[in-house]
Structure formats: structure tokens, C-alpha cells
């Protein structure tokens, strides 16, 4: 894409933040349309989890609830999990609580857990799961009819979203 060394985030792309601040819509839809592509071809299964947190009071109760989601998703394809010698998570230590959270339940529930810290822009699939989070937090704020005015200019209406973003991602999921 002509950028060296650059890890792709999903998010201020969409915003037109940060480094994308001065590059034109067109090339930014570029930017996202050939990640989105590049996930049509990889041989990938993916979930994401959710949780609403406004409601909640407490860290630990957040915790607990997404420990859960991600605790029962693992039990429903223990199968899955346990057909590969070893399970490689991948993760840049940004939100700490997250990998705690990973960390304990992966560990109690499987024996074949490796973790490794990455730098973001070494790992493709990394910003892949960049994403998948990105597109799943966009699709829950065009269901509530809260996207932004960058979000609606950049993606123009519900109708692109869902096909051009979200529909592949579906595609990958993990049944």
C-alpha cells in the first residue's frame, strides 16, 4: 500500500485520524478495502466479544462478564481448540486487563497455550484482528444508530457496511 514498515488500525483510518489525518477518503477506503480483501483470502476463523460496559460499576465486574463470554465460546469449540498442538495468542499488551483475561482463561481451560507479545506492523493477522473489533464496534453503533459523521462519510450508508465490510467478516466466523 506504499506505506513501509506500517501497521494498518482500522478505526482512525474510518476517522480520519492520527496518521491518516492528511490522506484523502479515496485512498483510506483503498487502505480498508484491500485489508477486507486480504481477509476474504486468508484461511482464518474469528469471534469477536462484547460487553456493555455504561451500565456496569466496576472493573472486576467487567472482567467477569468478559471472562465468561470468552470461557463458554472456548468450552462450545473445545473440538476446535484442541485439534492444534499448540494455540498461539498473539497479543501487544495494550489493554492489560484483556490480557489477563485471556491469559486465565485460556490457561485453565487449555493445556497447549503459548503466548507471544508482537509489535503490531510484524503481523498481518494482527491487523486483521484490529478489524474484526473495528467492523464489530462499527456494526453495533450502526444497530443503535450512533456512527459518528466521520463513520457515515466514510462508509456512506448501512447498505456498504453490511456488504462490503461486515459480510466478509460474517463469512469467517467461527460456527
Do not use: W
Request: aromatic share 10%.
Amino acid at each position: 500500500m506504499g506505506l513501509s514498515n506500517h501497521c494498518i488500525h482500522a478505526g482512525p483510518i474510518i476517522r480520519q485520524e492520527e496518521e491518516y489525518r492528511y490522506i484523502e477518503p479515496e485512498k483510506r477506503i483503498k487502505f480498508l478495502k484491500r485489508l477486507v480483501a486480504f481477509v476474504r483470502h486468508v484461511d482464518i476463523r474469528c469471534e469477536s466479544f462484547c460487553i456493555e460496559k455504561k451500565h456496569i460499576a466496576d472493573r472486576v465486574e467487567v472482567a467477569g462478564k468478559l471472562s465468561k463470554e470468552i470461557s463458554q465460546f472456548v468450552k462450545k469449540h473445545y473440538e476446535f481448540f484442541t485439534g492444534f498442538d499448540i494455540i498461539k495468542i498473539y497479543y501487544d499488551n495494550g489493554q492489560v486487563e484483556v490480557n489477563k483475561i485471556l491469559s486465565a482463561v485460556f490457561h485453565v481451560l487449555l493445556d497447549n497455550v503459548e503466548f507471544k507479545k508482537v509489535v503490531s506492523s510484524d503481523y498481518r493477522l494482527f491487523q486483521v484482528a484490529d478489524l474484526v473489533c473495528t467492523l464489530k464496534l462499527t456494526e453495533l453503533k450502526m444497530d443503535s444508530h450512533t456512527l459518528s459523521k466521520s463513520e457515515k462519510n466514510f462508509f456512506g450508508n448501512d447498505r456498504v457496511i453490511k456488504k462490503n465490510y461486515l459480510k466478509p467478516i460474517k463469512d469467517k466466523k467461527l460456527v
